[in-house]
């Protein structure tokens, strides 16, 4: 577990800004194991558990004014937004086309983000920076500016929040990701939306209103804001109760805050699984993973969701994508349907090795000691060429996850280019 802590805050966000949207984004193609990818881009978030501050993050983060209280619907919201849009289906990251200045852009739809940034390579055309945050970070201190809002749409529709706008580095999320992610949209423009989100048809839609009769939607669930607005369910695990999950669509793995995972297993209702590593902006993270007994929330019951040992408590994209999920966040609410992968088993195979896209190829980027991938002499900076007879630049990350942590015992080829040399090797995925 990593930590950034806010050293000290300058420019007008100083004054207006208390609540920091900065996600960590926790950019892990798995060790061939659990995939909470997209937590390059982490929040600030500060909320009371047990008499004690703990901070929502994957890569936990500590903010100064720990004292202050948002309202994350006191602000001025902007109108609803309207139409359909394409985005991956069964479970993959929800990107929407963002446009800017004549170009469009690609931004990660996350919940889990208080407020919405851009990457890097935007900074030129963010203008003056109205602000810095002063971070504490694994490898030192480093500062994050924040912008007033450029002129962004989705489809012709103006965004724009109360809060200002953050910058960050992105590379290692679309590296991890295989895909081109240019920002992310949190809860500042969320907040104020009625959407839908159809995995199995690979839609998202916004809405004025919601259909009428609301059952038709599913079961209602009655969402939580933490303090910085990002929205949360209410369930229990084993005999403890009650416990409050971070909704995530920029994760697509789900966790349990680290003392909750051990006080599960110790009561034996979680299997212990292998541990995970992975790279965000602020560093290494690694932990553990295991298999839950029972999770409900409401009246929704599942049984062996796989959960990583990483604060806070949350689910993601793995979970959701069981169902047809719709979002009414101005009336509190969320709405699950049963959609088509509501039963679909957990992944319970781990190959050893992590892997990056970079520069169009499919790199090896490390490879655990006695793992399939070390047994069948995979070496980091290997690049992929063929994966059982398929050019390896036909899988996006979400399709190679899919392969390589679902069937223990299932045999996998490789066709690999070390040092200007194809190499052939084979490895068997083991049980987690």
Same mark, same amino acid.
């Given at each position: 577990?990593?930590?950034?802590?806010?050293?000290?805050?300058?420019?007008?966000?100083?004054?207006?800004?208390?609540?920091?949207?900065?996600?960590?984004?926790?950019?892990?193609?798995?060790?061939?194991?659990? %995939?909470?990818?997209?937590?390059?881009?982490?929040?600030?978030?500060?909320? !009371?558990?047990?008499?004690?501050?703990?901070?929502?993050?994957?890569?936990?983060?500590?903010?100064?004014?720990?004292?202050?209280?948002?309202?994350?619907?006191?602000?001025?919201?902007?109108? #609803?937004?309207?139409?359909?849009?394409?985005?991956?289906?069964?479970?993959?990251?929800?990107?929407?086309?963002?446009?800017?200045?004549?170009?469009?852009?690609?931004?990660?739809?996350?919940?889990?983000?208080?407020?919405?940034?851009?990457?890097? #390579?935007?900074?030129?055309?963010?203008?003056?920076?109205?602000?810095?945050?002063?971070?504490?970070?694994?490898?030192?201190?480093?500062?994050?500016?924040?912008? !007033?809002?450029?002129?962004?749409?989705?489809?012709?529709?103006?965004?724009? @929040?109360?809060?200002?706008?953050?910058?960050?580095?992105?590379?290692?999320?679309?590296?991890?990701? #295989?895909?081109?992610?240019?920002?992310?949209?949190?809860?500042?423009?969320?907040?104020?939306? /009625?959407?839908?989100?159809?995995?199995?048809?690979?839609?998202?839609?916004?809405?004025?209103?919601?259909?009428?009769?609301?059952?038709?939607?599913?079961?209602?669930?009655?969402?939580?804001?933490?303090?910085?607005?990002?929205?949360?369910?209410?369930? @229990?695990?084993?005999?403890?109760?009650?416990?409050?999950?971070?909704?995530?669509?920029?994760?697509?793995?789900?966790?349990?805050?680290?003392?909750?995972?051990?006080?599960?297993?110790?009561?034996? !209702?979680?299997?212990?699984?292998?541990?995970?590593? %992975?790279?965000?902006?602020?560093?290494?993270?690694?932990?553990?993973?295991?298999?839950?007994?029972?999770?409900?929330?409401?009246?929704?019951?599942?049984?062996?969701?796989?959960?990583?040992?990483?604060?806070?408590? @949350?689910?993601?994209?793995?979970?959701?994508?069981?169902?047809?999920?719709?979002?009414?966040?101005?009336?509190?609410?969320?709405?699950? /349907?049963?959609?088509?992968?509501?039963?679909?088993?957990?992944?319970?195979?781990?190959?050893?090795?992590?892997?990056?896209?970079?520069?169009?190829?499919?790199?090896?980027?490390?490879?655990?000691?006695?793992?399939?991938?070390? /047994?069948?002499?995979?070496?980091? #900076?290997?690049?992929?060429?063929?994966?059982?007879?398929?050019?390896?630049?036909?899988?996006?990350?979400?399709?190679? /996850?899919?392969?390589?942590?679902?069937?223990?015992?299932?045999?996998?080829?490789?066709?690999?280019?070390?040092?200007?040399?194809?190499?052939?090797?084979?490895?068997?995925?083991?049980?987690?």
């Amino acid at each position: 577990m990593c930590q950034w802590a806010v050293m000290e805050s300058t420019g007008s966000d100083a004054s207006r800004d208390k609540c920091v949207a900065l996600r960590d984004v926790q950019a892990k193609v798995p060790d061939c194991g659990d %995939s909470r990818l997209s937590h390059l881009f982490k929040r600030l978030i500060p909320f !009371h558990r047990s008499g004690t501050l703990a901070l929502v993050a994957l890569c936990v983060l500590a903010i100064s004014t720990i004292g202050w209280t948002a309202d994350p619907f006191a602000a001025d919201d902007m109108p #609803s937004l309207s139409g359909e849009f394409a985005v991956g289906k069964d479970g993959r990251m929800i990107l929407l086309p963002i446009e800017m200045e004549g170009r469009v852009l690609q931004f990660l739809l996350d919940t889990g983000a208080c407020r919405t940034g851009f990457d890097l #390579s935007l900074r030129d055309t963010l203008g003056t920076t109205v602000g810095r945050q002063r971070l504490q970070t694994p490898a030192g201190i480093t500062n994050v500016e924040t912008f !007033h809002w450029p002129k962004i749409s989705l489809n012709g529709q103006s965004l724009k @929040s109360d809060l200002n706008v953050v910058c960050v580095d992105l590379t290692d999320l679309r590296q991890a990701s #295989s895909k081109q992610i240019d920002g992310v949209l949190g809860m500042d423009i969320l907040r104020s939306q /009625r959407l839908t989100i159809d995995f199995d048809r690979g839609t998202l839609t916004f809405m004025d209103s919601l259909l009428q009769p609301r059952s038709r939607l599913g079961t209602r669930l009655a969402l939580g804001f933490f303090e910085s607005g990002v929205p949360y369910l209410t369930g @229990s695990v084993g005999d403890i109760h009650p416990e409050r999950f971070l909704i995530d669509t920029g994760a697509q793995g789900n966790s349990l805050n680290p003392e909750l995972f051990d006080r599960l297993v110790e009561k034996q !209702h979680l299997r212990a699984g292998g541990p995970f590593s %992975s790279v965000t902006v602020a560093g290494p993270v690694q932990g553990g993973r295991g298999y839950l007994d029972h999770l409900a929330i409401g009246p929704i019951h599942h049984e062996g969701l796989r959960m990583s040992r990483v604060g806070p408590s @949350s689910i993601g994209l793995r979970y959701l994508s069981r169902y047809r999920v719709t979002f009414d966040f101005p009336d509190r609410a969320v709405y699950l /349907r049963t959609g088509a992968d509501h039963a679909k088993p957990e992944p319970h195979a781990s190959c050893g090795m992590s892997l990056r896209w970079i520069s169009g190829n499919v790199t090896v980027e490390s490879v655990k000691p006695t793992s399939p991938a070390a /047994r069948a002499e995979i070496q980091p #900076s290997d690049v992929l060429v063929r994966i059982d007879g398929k050019s390896a630049t036909e899988f996006d990350q979400f399709a190679m /996850r899919q392969l390589l942590t679902y069937e223990p015992g299932r045999k996998v080829s490789f066709r690999l280019l070390r040092k200007g040399r194809e190499i052939s090797t084979e490895l068997v995925l083991e049980e987690d």
